[in-house]
């Protein structure tokens, strides 16, 4: 059994009458923006648990973009005892259809975004110092480069995990109220 793809239009009117709507990314990034109406239910938990949806008849899962949801399309339409939809583009699709959304910039970037932004600066700046200060800074750029590709191989990934322990995302999904509440902070 698949997800139907619907509209963000579609999605809001199933919501109105009753849907249950499902975030299915990490909470680090529902903390930082999110439809309100969305619960928390990360994929990566699915494994160990169902989806709890109540006694709702439909629910209907998002991600960003819509492609995380499509990609686990299977997996969580058998999570679920009932009608199951995909929102088709996500929440960037609810976005541009001007739905409302919670946004909370006060919450640290998205885990994935710092590993971006960490690599990629570690990256330039080996290259910029193996340029202009010793070809031995070249080094940095090829262990970060390595490391990347480690992280890609085996679905671990160093950077990640020490970045999740920093002060500034230690309680980033915990300091979300309406993730206190649901139980999934």
Known sequence: MSLRS???????????AGAVLVDIREPDEHARERISQARSKPVSSLPHAGCDIGDASQVIFHCRSGARTAVNADRLSQSV??????????LDAWKKAGLPVIADRSQPLELMRQVQLAAGSAVVLGVALGATVSS??????????????FAGATGFCGLATLLRHMPWNRQAASSDPLLRAAGEG
């Open 6 to 16: 619907i509209t963000a239009a579609e999605a809001k009117k199933l919501i109105d």
């Open 81 to 90: 005892p009932c009608e199951a939809y995909l929102l088709e583009g996500g």
């Open 136 to 149: 031995w800074f070249y080094a940095l750029s090829a262990f970060v480069g390595a490391g990347l590709v």
